[in-house]
């Protein structure tokens, strides 16, 4: 009959559009099941186990090593201080780059220098941003405290004190992501249609008004993946902390990623580091789905 | 069609890249002159790096069958956390230099030829190795690495501050209440910000307590048994960290944290009179400094008779994947470099001392002793030492550096260091227990 004729067909067809679907998104999936599910899966696995000196699982610890964590020394300390340095670089990385963003949006003679000056923190690596501060910070011949010696002020352990380490290394990764969420952000401001400011200005609204009430909620989906992205790489910040304070003084910039990999690697605890993984998984997972359900109500899609 | 093959092609190569990651091999890989090729990661930088380069180079001149193919792969933990990761993969090295506290990991993972077995294929006498450094290496009796450079700790000074600060640079302070006299006179005098530096780090703690002849870990060091339990919580630890938890406080030693890189340039630059540094990097002061460097002893506590540090360095590690052809002609290097003509240019290019008794009778060597006081004092120094579990060191899988840094930094944020001590004490004893499980 021909309805199922064409049916068969249709279902023919359809094997071979998904067939060829899966082809083009193999590399895609290839690669991602490499980098990213297997290792996930990898790691839950490991997290189950006692591993030896090698890595390799030997003894089923079964929920021991996420008790381990929640009782160890360093798990939750570790938290609080990734908590705070998430608190202390996203709003000032959102805040500095949208004051630049909007201070080079508009159009004047010689501006894309400005822009280019701005974005090029984009371009200095981790590791070289993190040893250029570091020469800053040194405490007998960093410049920071050769200028407050010139002042009269007295010098500041800038990495070595446990008060004030965590802000240098948040300056640290201000300066570094400064740059790309600046060139985000611009591109958003520029998308924003020029009718709108133009009408805002025929109401009567100063530059500050504009900026709150158009400005603001129209570059929100913007602002929302810049938010979401900054407090997932603050989550996972490793280089600038690998260089500057490997995690001291005192366990004060020790954060999560660091402390998994502290244990993973130089502690050879697999399983365990496996296990603060995991929990780290869960967390930035509810994390950004909070911030998604909360924030998507103010977010204003044009 | 042609949509379609593309995304065939596309599969086909995805798939080939996850096939092509095998191995396997049992010959040994060779050069274009059929020379057998010998892959040697190493943890040396600067000159040092160029020292021990220079040594390949010369083995790899001196004949035609065996290549030496050197490089840098970061330092001792870096290094070793890579070898770890491609531990069985053809990645792997054949040979290589790793730090002397690696010992108790590498043999209980299973990845050493122990060398033991290729010293004795190849007859090597290793009686001609100091003993003590010898004594310090082996594990259970035997040796499963090869020292190939030992280095130990030294108080490096300024010698022209010492004089304008009227102190004899020829007499050095070595007890606790001599250092603490000299930094205050020192900073008295207003030529130095500080006195001393030493590196936050369980480096500086473990050679004081060596010095003293006190043990870190129970089990005489791990040197009769496994350790169990982390025990340099002891009254001596506790006074070492008040003492230096007092200087600190009275701005007479400073904090530049726990990287050398951050403890040199002040002392280069004449902030600091004093540091406790390595003598392995005696040429690179030598190099740096444009005062006159002197030397002296690690110091000690008042009343106690000094031991000697802890006998620091490296060691070479030949691999038990490698093919064994592979493995006999990375042990002719290591020959090689053990030879008292290698040792007493390496002792006297560097500043680590020889492992071999016979260097010292080498005009390399006696000439830099003359030449560079911290060359002789270091050298001094391990002839005094004396050979007991304090001074040759942990072996154990794992290391008290961390812990003891963090305790440190907690101590100079204000905590009290007996608490502090204990807590890291206990921390370790933890580390300790779960190693021993895992790795029986």
Not at chain 1, 247 to 260: F, K, S
Not at chain 2, 34 to 47: A, K, L, P, Q, Y
Request: charged share 20%.
């Amino acid at each position: 009959m021909p309805t199922t004729e064409r049916g068969r067909k249709r279902r023919r067809r359809s094997w071979v559009e998904v067939a060829s679907g899966i082809g083009y998104l193999s590399p895609a999936l290839l690669i991602l099941g490499v980098f990213l599910f297997y290792p996930l899966v990898k790691t839950g696995y490991l997290s189950a186990f006692v591993t030896n000196v090698r890595g390799d699982a030997v003894n089923l610890a079964g929920l021991e090593n996420y008790w381990n964590v929640f009782t160890s020394s360093t798990f939750l300390p570790s938290m609080r201080v990734t908590l705070l340095f998430t608190l202390m670089t996203v709003p000032c990385t959102i805040v500095i780059a949208l004051l630049l963003a909007v201070m080079t949006n508009r159009r004047l003679r010689g501006i894309t220098v400005f822009r280019t000056t701005y974005a090029s923190t984009m371009a200095v690596s981790a590791a070289a941003a993190a040893v250029m501060f570091r020469a800053l910070f040194h405490p007998s011949s960093g410049a920071f405290n050769k200028i407050l010696d010139l002042v009269g002020l007295p010098g500041v352990g800038w990495l070595t004190d446990p008060a004030v380490a965590l802000i240098s290394v948040a300056l640290t990764t201000i300066w570094m992501s400064l740059g790309f969420n600046f060139l985000v952000l611009l591109g958003g401001l520029q998308s924003i249609p020029d009718e709108l400011y133009e009408s805002a200005m025929i109401d009567g609204a100063g530059s500050w008004r504009r900026l709150v009430n158009v400005t603001i909620p129209l570059l929100s989906p913007v602002l929302l993946f810049v938010g979401i992205v900054l407090v997932i790489d603050s989550f996972q910040s490793f280089g600038q902390i690998d260089i500057l304070t490997q995690g001291g003084p005192a366990g004060a910039t020790n954060l999560i990623v660091y402390e998994i990999y502290q244990n993973a690697f130089p502690r050879n605890q697999v399983g365990f580091a496996s296990a603060q993984a995991v929990v780290l998984f869960v967390i930035v997972l509810v994390l950004t789905a909070l911030q998604f359900k909360f924030s998507e109500k103010k977010v204003h899609y044009q | 069609m042609r949509r379609r093959t593309f995304s065939f092609a596309a599969a086909a190569t995805a798939a080939g890249l996850t096939l092509s990651s095998c191995n396997g091999s049992s010959s040994a890989e060779r050069g274009p002159n059929d020379e057998i090729i010998v892959t040697f990661w190493h943890s040396m930088r600067g000159n040092n790096a160029e020292q021990l380069e220079g040594f390949v180079q010369e083995f790899n001149d001196s004949q035609d069958d065996v290549r030496i193919d050197a490089s840098f792969q970061g330092m001792y933990d870096e290094a070793q956390t890579k070898l770890m990761q491609l531990a069985g993969t053809k990645d792997a090295p054949d040979l290589m230099q790793l730090g002397s506290g690696a010992k108790r990991e590498i043999i209980d993972s299973g990845i050493a030829r122990p060398m033991q077995e290729l010293v004795d294929a190849a007859g090597f006498d290793t009686s001609t190795i100091q003993p003590s450094i010898l004594q310090s290496r082996q594990v259970d009796e035997m040796l499963h690495s090869m020292p190939q450079a030992t280095s130990a700790t030294v108080l490096f000074f300024n010698r022209e501050l010492f004089e304008k600060g009227g102190l004899d640079p020829d007499d050095p302070p070595q007890t606790y209440s001599e250092i603490r006299d000299a930094s205050q006179a020192l900073v008295d005098s207003g030529l130095v910000d500080h006195g001393i530096a030493m590196l936050t780090d369980g480096g500086p703690f473990t050679d004081l307590m060596a010095n003293q002849g006190e043990l870190l870990y129970d089990h005489d060091n791990g040197r009769s048994g496994k350790p169990t339990t982390a025990i340099f919580n002891s009254h001596a630890g506790v006074e070492t960290m008040t003492w230096i938890r007092d200087l600190h406080e009275d701005r007479l030693l400073a904090n530049f944290g726990r990287s050398y890189d951050d403890l040199r340039p002040p002392w280069y630059t004449g902030d600091v009179a004093m540091i406790l540094d390595t003598s392995a990097a005696s040429i690179i002061h030598d190099g740096e400094t444009d005062f006159e460097v002197g030397a002296g002893y690690v110091p000690v506590p008042d009343g106690v008779d000094p031991q000697g540090p802890t006998i620091g360095g490296a060691d070479l590690w030949i691999f038990a994947d490698s093919p064994e052809e592979t493995q006999t002609a990375a042990f002719e290097f290591v020959d090689h470099l053990l030879s008292p003509d290698v040792q007493a240019r390496w002792a006297a290019g560097t500043g680590y001392y020889p492992i071999t008794t016979a260097s010292y009778d080498e005009p390399a060597l006696t000439t830099a002793m003359e030449e560079i006081e911290s060359i002789r004092v270091a050298n001094e120094q391990v002839g005094d030492t004396e050979t007991t579990p304090a001074s040759l060191g942990i072996i154990a899988g794992v290391t008290p550096s961390e812990y003891v840094a963090d305790a440190w930094e907690q101590i100079y944020d204000g905590a009290d260091p007996k608490d502090e001590l204990d807590a890291a004490a206990k921390e370790v004893t933890g580390a300790l227990e779960s190693y021993n499980d895992a790795n029986d």
